[in-house]
């Protein structure tokens, strides 16, 4: 049998150097990996059923985009595989109805939102009167089910027939009708933030909502707008999601809040920077991926 202590999914061509890099901070610390893409997802899957292959711990960044991938969760779940992120929990933290409720209850400020049940079940769902003018217009639209990159969001929503159409893109999800959060200019930079909790590190980067580019939040710029509660924040989100490495979007507005955008974001876009002008900094990506390196290797320790 040949044994591999981290097996990695992917299915996207953009994760390739992320991947790779998390490979060459494993092998520094003598840590054997194993990469599972579509092609090889059928062998993979063979090999283990014979028992001719096996894996100590698992990264998934597959099955969210394809559900081929899905037996091969099961069989690392059935055979108790040290998970990043188990599918579980991804599952219960990607419904973003779900979180907004429980934000609330943990006393997480969120934007004012109505939350409208699928259209396959509740077609002519009525909104209550004065839930437009609460909102505001323009509004946004979003799925809670459906991830990943933005789909099935509307920005810039103005009427009931917007928020029908949209409901209708993806029939069978929840979807949330919110209010458009402004963020307040911080000598030049607009005060919104994408926040990343990976494994037990908080790492935070300035993120601008008009032009998706990132910059890093130095020590200085933490203390000087005094944004270190974005650190509480994040733990007390990381404490509801109960997820090892995810980022979300947090906007600090006029009236001295910090609103929770974009609650969990389970599958972070770790494109380099220095390849792709809206990707994540070349230094926080680097430093992700040797913290999920380390994580293996503290986690084969406490098993040897």
Known sequence: MRKYDLAIAWNWEFDREFVFGIERECHQLDISTYRIDTEHLPTVLKQLKEHSLKFLGFFDRATDADPEFLPLVHWMVEHAVYYINPHQRVVHAI????????????????????ILPP????KEYPLKDGDIERLGKPFVIKPA???????GVKLHAKNLEDIM??????????YLVQKMIKPKNLDGKRAWFRVYYALG???????????????????????RYRLAVLREIMSTIQGVCLLDFFSSEIAHTEDG??????Y????CDMRLQSHYSNGAPDAIVHRI??????????HLRGTT
């Not at 159409?165 to 929840?174: G, L, T």
């Not at 969990?264 to 599958?267: D, P």
Request: charged share 30%; net charge negative.
């Open 165 to 174: 159409h949209a409901r209708q893109e993806h029939k069978n999800d929840k």
């Open 289 to 298: 991926e040797r913290l999920i390196a380390h994580e293996i290797a503290r």
């Open 264 to 267: 969990v974001n389970e599958v």
């Open 201 to 223: 590190e908080i790492i935070i980067c300035w993120w601008d909502d008009k032009t998706h580019k990132y910059s890093i939040l130095t020590d200085e710029d933490e203390q």
């Open 257 to 262: 809040q910090f609103i929770i955008v974009d």
């Open 95 to 114: 419904d973003k109805a779900t979180m907004h409720l429980e934000f609330i209850s943990h006393g997480l400020y969120v934007p004012d939102t109505v």
């Open 145 to 151: 089910n459906t991830t990943g990159g933005g789909t």
């Open 119 to 122: 259209y396959n079940e509740h």
